[in-house]
C-alpha cells in the first residue's frame, strides 16, 4: 500500500506549503520612552508597535467618563513601500486604524480606567503583504507590554486564495495576484473575531476553510507573542 | 476633461435615503493596469442627514463606508474595466462613484451599495474614439456600462445573542457587533466583508451571517429591476 502525497510546496512561489506562514520574529519592549512597544517581522514587513497610557488626553470630547478609550494610528512610513508613499494618513490607512481599534478594545479592560486614553501607533517601516494584521498583532504585544490589563492578547493573521487554493499568510506578490484574502483578527482563548474583512472571491465552503486556516493559523502566532512576553521579562 | 453624462440614483431603505451620482470622466490609466478604467468611490455624511454629522473632513465612518462598498464593487469585478480603455496606457474611462448620505436612519452600507449597483446599470457612455492623440466622443452614440454581475450586501448587527439583518438606527446605536458581507448574484462568491462594532463575533455567528448573506440576496437584488 502507498500514498500518494500532493506536493503542496510547488502551490505557492516561494515554496511554502498552504498552512506555513512566512519567518515570524516578535519582540517585546524595544522603545525606551513609550510604555509598551514591540517589533514585529514577518516575511518582508517590518512593524513597530507604541503604546502611551492609560493617561489623560487634552482632546477632551474623545473621552467617556465611564471607561478608558483607545486609538490607534497605523501609518506606513513612505519608504515602506516599492514607489514612495506620499507622508500622512490617506484613506486606507484611516480605515485601518479604526479597524485596528475595533480589534483590539474587546480584549481590553479599559472600564478600570475612565476618563483617559491608551494611544497606540502601529508603524510599519517596511511593508510585504499582511500589514494589518501583523500590526495588530504587534500592537497586542505592545498593549501588554505597557501593563494594560487586558482578557487576552489579540492576534491577527490572513488567510486568501491563490491558484484556487485557500492558503495561509499571503505574501505581497500572491495578495496582488491572487483571488481573494481574508484578514482575521481574533483572542485566542474564546477564539472569539475582532476583525473580519474579506476581499476576493470565495465560495462559502472556501470561505469557511480560510477562517478556519486563520483560527488555526492566529493560535501559532499567540504562541510566539507569549514567548516574546517571557522573553523580555526574563532576561532583565 | 469632463463628460456632462451623470446617472444619479436615490435609494430609500427605511427611511434612510442615499443619493449616489457616477460620474465618467476620461483621465489616464494607473501605470500598472495600463488597460483598465478607473473607479473610485466617496462618501459624503452630510450634515443634514443627522444631528451627529458634522462638516469638514471626511471622518473614519464616511471613508469605511466608501471603501466597503468600494470593495464590493472591485472585487465582485462586476464592471469590466478592461471595455472602459479607450487606449492602452493613454485613455481610459475613470467612473466616480459619489454617494451622498441625505437622511440616516441605519444600515447605510446596503442602502448604498444598492444605489451604487442601481446607478451603475443605468449608466451610459458616449462611445470614445481615439483619433491622433486626441479623444472624439460620439454625438449621438452611447454604451451601457459593461456590467456582469450584481453585488448584495447584507449587513446583520449582534445585539445580545441574535443576529439582525437590515438594522435600523435604534438598532445600530445599540449594536454590539456588527458584520456586512457583499455576495454576488450570477457567481455566487463572497466577495467583500467587513466586521465593526466593539463586541467580538463567534465563528458560528459568523458562518450563519454568511450564509444568511446568500439566501437574502435575490430579494435584496429584486428591488433593481
Known sequence: MFFIISNDK?????????????????EAGVLKRADGSAYLEVGGNKILASVYGPRES??????????????????????????????????????ISKIAADALRPALMLESFPRSMVDVSIEVIEAEGG???????????????????????????????????????LSEKEDKEGQADVPIAMMPRTGEITLLQADGNLTEEEFEEALDLTMEGCRKISQLQHEALKARYSSE | ????????????????????????????????????????????????????FEP??????????????????????????????????????????????????????????????AALMNTKLPVAEYIDDEI?????????????????????????????????????????????IGVTDEGNHVCSMQKGGEAPLTRDEILDAVHMAFTTKDDLLSYLD
Open chain 1, 58 to 95: 487634552y482632546i477632551r470630547r474623545l473621552l467617556k467618563p465611564n471607561t478608558g478609550v483607545i486609538r490607534v494610528r497605523y501609518n506606513m512610513a513612505p519608504f515602506s513601500v516599492d514607489d514612495r508613499k506620499r507622508p500622512g494618513p490617506d484613506r486606507r490607512s484611516t480605515e
Open chain 1, 131 to 169: 500589514t494589518r494584521c501583523a500590526g495588530i498583532t504587534a500592537a497586542a504585544v505592545a498593549l501588554a507590554d505597557a501593563g494594560i490589563p487586558m482578557k487576552d492578547i489579540v492576534v491577527g493573521c490572513a488567510a486568501g486564495k491563490v491558484n484556487d487554493q485557500v492558503v495561509l499568510d
Open chain 2, 136 to 180: 472624439v466622443l460620439s454625438e449621438d452614440e452611447t454604451m451601457d456600462l459593461p456590467i456582469r454581475d450584481k453585488l448584495a450586501l447584507s449587513t446583520f448587527v449582534k445585539i445580545g445573542n441574535g443576529l439582525i439583518l437590515d438594522p435600523s438606527l435604534e438598532e445600530e446605536e445599540i449594536l454590539d457587533a456588527r458584520i456586512t
Open chain 1, 10 to 26: 510547488e502551490l505557492r512561489v516561494d515554496g511554502r506549503a498552504y498552512d506555513e506562514f512566512r519567518p515570524i520574529k516578535i
Open chain 2, 56 to 117: 469638514g473632513p471626511p471622518s473614519p465612518e464616511s471613508i469605511e463606508l466608501a471603501r466597503v462598498v468600494d470593495r464590493g464593487i472591485r472585487e465582485s469585478e462586476l464592471v469590466d474595466l478592461e471595455k472602459l480603455c479607450i487606449e492602452e496606457g493613454k485613455k481610459v474611462w475613470m467612473l466616480f462613484i459619489d454617494l451622498h448620505v441625505i437622511d440616516y436612519d441605519g444600515n447605510l452600507f446596503d442602502a448604498s451599495n444598492l444605489a451604487v449597483m
Open chain 2, 1 to 52: 476633461m469632463m463628460v456632462k453624462e451623470l446617472m444619479e440614483e436615490l435609494v430609500k431603505l427605511g427611511d434612510t435615503q442615499v443619493i449616489v451620482g457616477v460620474k465618467p470622466t476620461i483621465g489616464e490609466p494607473f501605470g500598472d493596469t495600463p488597460n483598465l478604467g478607473v473607479l473610485m468611490t466617496n462618501c459624503e455624511l452630510l450634515p443634514m442627514a443627522a444631528p451627529g
